[in-house]
């Protein structure tokens, strides 16, 4: 996987991670810039273009964005695509609201895509792929080297952070939580691509 997107994960979890602290709440979709087209609307003016998160006070900005409605796109070479934007494509996951939709179907449209919701209910972050939740992390309090671990689960599947946790009883599904250094971890949903590298 590219440093970039390695970079844009780390970004973004630890803009959450801010958000979270403040009660707030964002969705984050990274993909490929192009595969974007058509798959949303704009709800307010884009008042900045050709941005890319890592300038100097895009975090600064992003924390304010966030206040809006709709999600922010990011590319995976970390450019802002669009923000406050309506995804066309949502898909209703019973028991929650339009950003879980939202992320539910974009990532199920739009192939080797993540989003990344940061709930302003609970302060935890969910990471989507492939229409589903790949996992749950309380990212307010977690550590930053349990975030790492996170990044390098999402862009190389590097199941070190399941190892740590333990986690191998949760891909079996006899347990659907564990503890990660205090803070809670749920893993779900990539049970599959879990158990393939697990394996390796």
Same mark, same amino acid.
């Given at each position: 996987?590219?440093?970039?997107?390695?970079?844009?994960?780390?970004?973004?979890?630890?803009?959450?991670?801010?958000?979270?602290?403040?009660?707030?709440?964002?969705?984050?979709?990274?993909?490929?810039?192009?595969?974007?087209?058509?798959?949303? #609307?704009?709800?307010?003016?884009?008042?900045?273009?050709?941005?890319?998160?890592?300038?100097?006070?895009?975090?600064?900005? $992003?924390?304010?964005?966030?206040?809006?409605?709709?999600?922010?796109?990011?590319?995976?070479?970390?450019?802002?695509?669009?923000?406050?934007?309506?995804?066309?494509?949502?898909?209703?996951?019973?028991?929650?609201?339009?950003?879980?939709?939202?992320? %539910?179907? $974009?990532?199920?449209?739009?192939?080797? +895509?993540?989003?990344?919701?940061? +709930?302003?209910? %609970?302060?935890?972050?969910?990471v989507f792929k492939n229409g589903e939740?790949?996992? #749950?992390?309380?990212?307010?309090?977690?550590?930053?080297?349990?975030?790492?671990?996170?990044?390098?689960?999402?862009?190389?599947?590097?199941?070190?952070?399941?190892?740590?946790?333990?986690? +191998?009883?949760?891909?079996?599904?006899?347990?659907?939580?564990?503890?990660? +250094?205090?803070?809670?971890?749920? $893993?779900?949903?990539?049970?599959?691509?879990?158990?393939?590298?697990?394996k390796k």
């Open positions: 996987m590219a440093k970039k997107e390695e970079n844009v994960y780390d970004f973004l979890l630890e803009t959450g991670k801010k958000l979270a602290e403040k009660n707030m709440g964002a969705l984050f979709v990274i993909a490929d810039s192009k595969k974007f087209e058509g798959t949303y #609307e704009i709800l307010y003016p884009q008042i900045i273009r050709d941005q890319r998160i890592f300038e100097k006070g895009c975090q600064e900005l $992003i924390l304010k964005l966030a206040e809006l409605d709709g999600a922010f796109l990011i590319g995976e070479d970390g450019s802002l695509v669009a923000f406050g934007a309506r995804i066309k494509q949502s898909k209703v996951l019973p028991g929650y609201g339009t950003k879980h939709a939202a992320a %539910t179907g $974009i990532t199920g449209n739009i192939q080797d +895509s993540t989003a990344i919701l940061v +709930s302003e209910e %609970t302060r935890w972050t969910k939740i790949i996992l #749950e992390v309380d990212t307010a309090k977690a550590p930053k080297k349990e975030i790492n671990k996170v990044v390098s689960f999402l862009t190389d599947n590097d199941t070190a952070l399941l190892a740590t946790a333990g986690a +191998s009883a949760a891909i079996m599904g006899v347990i659907p939580v564990v503890i990660v +250094s205090g803070t809670y971890l749920v $893993i779900k949903a990539a049970a599959e691509v879990v158990k393939k590298n697990w």
